[in-house]
C-alpha cells in the first residue's frame, strides 16, 4: 500500500513539474514575442491614429500636409505619400532591387484616386518614359526618351474612353524636330503617315 501512495507522489510530482515547465515556456514564449520589434505594416494605407509611428524597416512619418509610409524588405522598397485631408495615396515611389535607383513614380489625384502620372526610369537611374493624362486635349501621352541624351524620342497619344493609339510623333536626336508621325484608325491600323522635312537656316 505505501509502494503503491509513493508511485501515485511520484507520478502527481512529475505531472505537476510538467504543467510548471510548460507554464514556464508559454510564459517565456510570450515575454520574448513582446519583445519582438514592431510589427511589419501589412497594408499600404495607414491608419491616422499612427501617423507618429515609426517601425524597424516599414515608417509611418508624419509631416505637415501628407503622411510618408516606407515599405521595404530584402527585394523591394516603396515609398507611399498619402494625402492628409483624404488619406488618399497622392504619390508611390517604387525602387528596383538594389533600392537605390528608382523604378516607377507614380502621382494621383487624391479626390478622385485616379493615376495622373507615371515616370518609369532604367535601372541606370536615366528616365525611359513618361505616361500622363493631357488635361487640354483629354488624352493620354505617353513619352519616351533617348537614353544617350535624354531628350524626347517620341510621343504616342492614346484615346482616354478606348486606350487605342490615336498618334505617334518620333523626333529627331535633338528631341524638338519632328522627322514623322503616324496616325491610327480604330483599329490601331497606320492611317496616315506623315513625313518632315527639317529645313536650317
Given amino acids: 500500500m505505501c509502494l503503491i501512495l509513493m508511485v501515485i507522489i511520484m507520478f502527481l510530482s512529475s505531472f505537476i513539474l510538467y504543467n510548471k515547465e510548460r507554464k514556464d515556456k508559454i510564459f517565456t ?4 514575442s513582446t519583445k519582438l520589434p514592431n510589427p ?26 501628407n503622411l510618408i509610409v516606407t515599405n521595404s524588405n530584402e ?7 498619402y494625402d492628409s485631408i483624404t488619406n488618399n495615396l ?31 526610369f532604367t ?12 488635361q487640354n486635349t483629354k488624352k493620354i501621352t505617353k513619352i519616351i526618351y533617348y537614353q544617350d541624351n535624354n531628350k524626347i524620342d517620341s510621343e504616342a497619344k ?13 523626333y529627331l536626336k535633338n528631341g524638338i524636330d519632328i522627322d ?3 496616325k491610327y484608325n480604330e483599329k490601331e491600323e497606320i492611317s496616315e503617315k506623315i513625313h518632315y522635312i527639317v529645313t536650317k537656316y
Fill in 158 to 170: 492614346y484615346s482616354l474612353q478606348t486606350g487605342k493609339k490615336i498618334s505617334h510623333t518620333y
Fill in 40 to 65: 511589419i505594416i501589412q497594408e499600404n494605407k495607414p491608419n491616422k491614429e499612427n501617423n507618429n509611428e515609426i517601425v524597424n524597416q516599414n515608417k509611418l512619418i508624419s509631416n505637415e500636409n
Fill in 123 to 134: 535601372q541606370q537611374g536615366t528616365l525611359f518614359c513618361v505616361i500622363y493624362l493631357d
Fill in 90 to 120: 497622392i504619390k508611390k515611389t517604387t525602387f528596383y532591387p538594389n533600392q537605390k535607383t528608382i523604378n516607377f513614380i507614380e502621382k494621383y489625384n487624391p479626390q478622385t484616386k485616379k493615376c495622373l502620372q507615371i515616370k518609369h
Fill in 29 to 32: 514564449q510570450k515575454e520574448e
Fill in 75 to 81: 527585394n523591394t522598397q516603396m515609398i507611399n505619400i
Fill in 180 to 182: 514623322y508621325i503616324d
